[in-house]
């Protein structure tokens, strides 16, 4: 009976079902598109694939998962108001509440398998030019395609227990159904609590708050502050949103002719954004996170020069200690000769380790790298190689004393500014700048704890035509490697050569690869916030077609109707991506530091892509939309 029934509905709703089955389907295939990059062994391989790049695959995937939660929740809690009256027929002719659970169950069973498996094939095609795309931005040719088992067994686990929740959820209401209640669930309204004078104040002066707040206190906790605006100021939008009716009449109320005009448009918001106010708060979410991510990669794609030549000053550098990275004169004459551009520089800065820590002497500063330091005998400054407000967080964990062989130092000052290039030792070590004669006296010291090292920085006329000098460079250092130490691997990774070319590329893929990622995201948020209000306005059609035909008896035109349908439609499709674009315009303007106006353009211009976008999706969803209404109304022209 079950199963005959499912059916009989699935034939009668078709287009609805098949609209459901592809948009489920489309969302598993994208998830399993992400999940075959985000488990291949290989490229999420540290020692094979810099995790600059593999790192970035988690957060647009945690953005899927999200997404993919919210919308089919929100898809199936649509079909399963649109089915309520159904239910109420059925349970009057004999139908128990058992059986609706029952029917539910096998619905709900048979739709996130089918989804799940088409999904899944589907998925299997589209992954492999996803990856390829992929691998062409980030130049890894060599990285081979291969689908993992746990790609499909997560994808697997995950949706199931996506359905297993919505089934849950939908059986525990369904126990409460009564035959009055879902007889009546198609005329009734949907309450709007928070539509109040009082609550939008509230809203507004939270989303206020935020932004002073983001504003004034960002420098002090940044992960804190961000974190409270944030949440402060999505309280402040949903409170805002469901008070579209309050604030729209005091606007239209400062004309007395438009909001006579738009007295039928009010009073269809005032009782239709119960339910709008879900899409739309979800609408603003999404799109202000897949903007701000969009804008950052762009930014970094801007910054990609200014930032390859910050962190390393110097086209080409590297450390040589002991035997490691040890290279010959000649060796390293011959390879700057071999490239398109001369050499101009060649400096060596030497130094002191100690287990994690790194000494270096003032006077090897001031006079190889010309900056003006002199240190205290007994003492010593910390050195942070890094660049202020970049807008990036950074350990700048001081040490006030430090013990080297019985004496101990006391910190005097700390200095943060990139001296020379970021080391991958370096970076996992701590620097400290001492005075002449303590270096001296440290470097005297017989003990096997210390060694002594340099930092080679290589310097050329034209940085950008060094890309086959660093090669080589770095190939010879390896070759070096095994030939001194016999097992270079450990050698190799730590004692990386660096170049400012090397650092652009990495920084111009790293943002693209960012780009391309977090594009499809916002291209999926669209299509998918296109195809809830798309599930909304087919779910409702019958009740607001029933709607439209009282109002239109008593002599209001289809002008007029077509007029207030067409706002209600603005409303959804374009007040998101507006509250969208001015979230991100205040967030990415106090966050992005010492590029607050370039960042600010750009989330701007992204901002108006997306408005663009979603202007032509409500254009074709009007004419759709109206064009369903018209023949309703045959008997009299506009």
């Not at 035997?323 to 060649?346: A, F, H, M, R």
């Not at 205290?376 to 700048?396: A, E, R, W």
Request: net charge positive; charged share 15%.
């Amino acid at each position: 009976m079950i199963n005959k029934f499912f059916f009989r509905m699935f034939r009668a709703n078709f287009r609805r079902y098949v609209l459901f089955f592809l948009s489920s389907s489309f969302t598993v295939m994208i998830f399993f598109s992400y999940m075959t990059i985000l488990t291949n062994k290989t490229f999420m391989n540290p020692n094979i694939v810099n995790p600059y790049y593999s790192d970035m695959v988690i957060a647009p995937t945690f953005g899927i998962a999200l997404f993919a939660i919210f919308f089919i929740f929100y898809v199936q809690a649509s079909f399963e108001k649109f089915k309520r009256s159904e239910y109420g027929v059925l349970m009057m002719i004999g139908m128990t509440k058992t059986d609706i659970v029952r029917n539910i169950i096998f619905e709900n069973s048979i739709i996130g398998f089918i989804s799940i498996v088409s999904g899944g094939i589907l998925g299997r095609i589209f992954s492999y030019i996803f990856y390829i795309i992929c691998m062409k931005i980030l130049d890894l040719n060599s990285i081979s395609y291969t689908v993992s088992p746990e790609s499909y067994l997560y994808t697997i686990l995950f949706f199931a227990i996506i359905y297993t929740l919505v089934i849950t959820f939908n059986s525990l209401i369904a126990l409460k159904y009564s035959i009055i209640n879902l007889l009546k669930s198609s005329r009734k309204g949907f309450g709007n609590i928070l539509n109040s004078p009082i609550f939008a104040i509230i809203g507004i002066s939270f989303i206020i708050v935020a932004s002073v707040d983001i504003s004034l206190n960002y420098g002090l906790d940044k992960n804190f502050v961000i974190l409270r605006s944030i949440i402060l100021y999505f309280i402040g939008v949903f409170l805002l949103i469901s008070n579209i009716y309050f604030i729209l009449s005091k606007i239209l109320k400062l004309s007395p002719k438009k909001y006579i005009k738009n007295i039928l448009f009010l009073s269809n918001i005032k009782y239709s954004i119960g339910q709008s106010k879900k899409i739309l708060f979800l609408g603003v979410i999404f799109s202000s996170i897949t903007i701000f991510f969009i804008s950052i990669a762009a930014l970094f794609i801007f910054n990609a020069q200014k930032s390859a030549t910050e962190y390393a000053p110097y086209d080409i550098a590297f450390e040589e200690i002991e035997n490691i990275n040890k290279i010959s004169q000649d060796e390293l004459y011959n390879i700057v000769k071999s490239g398109d551009t001369e050499p101009s520089d060649d400096i060596s800065v030497e130094y002191i380790g100690t287990g994690s820590v790194k000494i270096f002497s003032d006077l090897e500063i001031r006079e190889k790298l010309g900056y003006n330091i002199n240190v205290t005998s007994g003492c010593f400054k910390n050195l942070f190689q890094i660049v202020p407000d970049d807008g990036y967080l950074h350990d700048i964990t001081e040490i006030d004393k430090i013990n080297i062989f019985d004496i101990t130092y006391i910190c005097e000052d700390n200095i943060e500014k990139v001296l020379f290039n970021r080391l991958t030792s370096l970076n996992n070590s701590t620097l400290i700048i001492i005075s002449s004669q303590d270096y001296l006296n440290i470097k005297q010291n017989k003990s096997n704890d210390i060694e002594v090292g340099q930092i080679r920085l290589l310097d050329f006329k034209d940085w950008r035509k060094t890309s086959v000098i660093a090669d080589k460079l770095s190939q010879t250092l390896q070759n070096n490697n095994i030939k001194y130490n016999g097992n270079s691997f450990s050698a190799n990774r730590i004692y990386e050569l660096s170049s400012k070319i090397a650092t652009y590329n990495k920084n111009i893929k790293g943002a693209s690869f960012m780009l391309f990622l977090f594009v499809f995201i916002g291209l999926l948020s669209l299509f998918s916030f296109a195809a809830m209000i798309y599930f909304k306005m087919m779910i409702e059609f019958e009740d607001e077609k029933i709607k439209y035909k009282k109002i239109y008896r008593i002599g209001i035109t289809k002008k007029e109707l077509f007029s207030v349908i067409s706002k209600e439609l603005l409303i959804l499709f374009i007040m998101p991506i507006i509250l969208s674009i001015i979230t991100v315009d205040i967030y990415i303007y106090f966050i992005s530091a010492n590029e607050s106006l370039l960042s600010l353009l750009i989330a701007s211009f992204i901002g108006f892509i997306y408005f663009v976008i979603q202007f032509v999706f409500y254009m074709v969803y009007k004419r759709y939309y109206i064009g369903k209404f018209n023949g309703i109304f045959y008997n009299h022209k506009v």
